[in-house]
């Protein structure tokens, strides 16, 4: 069992920043797929950036160039930093980790269904 932590949320102006940190047990980042998903009560949990084995990084649309997804220098956190938040970031933000194999051409990439283990989550509220 694999158990993933998220910290770093809190209340922000709009154009603030976030640092947003996932530390797993057991585990080493480059042996899991992992990414970084959010959701607002009543919408559906959405894909925000994610890290893959083979070292492919995807980010959905509306957080391109605001939002970075890194590995930690120790190999079990990844951090996800948020810039020039909007108030429509306004969320409930979680870490994800699925143990995905080279050998599979089916990529989890940013489908929140398809990664197996998940924090609890960090609320993160952008003010504007």
């Known amino acids: 069992q694999v158990q993933l932590q998220e910290s770093g949320g809190g209340s922000v102006q709009a154009g603030g920043s976030l640092r947003l940190p996932c530390v797993a047990s057991k585990y080493e980042y480059d042996n899991y797929c992992m990414g970084w998903f959010r959701q607002v009560p009543g919408t559906d949990r959405e894909g925000v950036a994610t890290?893959?084995?083979?070292?492919?990084?995807k980010y959905v649309d509306f957080v391109m160039g605001r939002f970075t997804v890194s590995p930690g220098n120790a190999k079990n956190t990844l951090f996800l930093q948020m810039d020039s938040l909007k108030p429509e970031d306004t969320a409930m933000y979680y870490c994800?980790?699925?143990?995905?194999?080279?050998?599979?051409?089916?990529?989890?990439?940013?489908?929140?269904?398809?990664?197996?283990?998940w924090g609890k989550g960090t609320q993160v509220t952008v003010s504007s």
């Open positions: 890290i893959d084995t083979n070292g492919d990084i």
């Open positions: 994800a980790a699925d143990p995905c194999s080279l050998l599979n051409p089916r990529r989890p990439g940013l489908l929140p269904g398809r990664y197996e283990y």
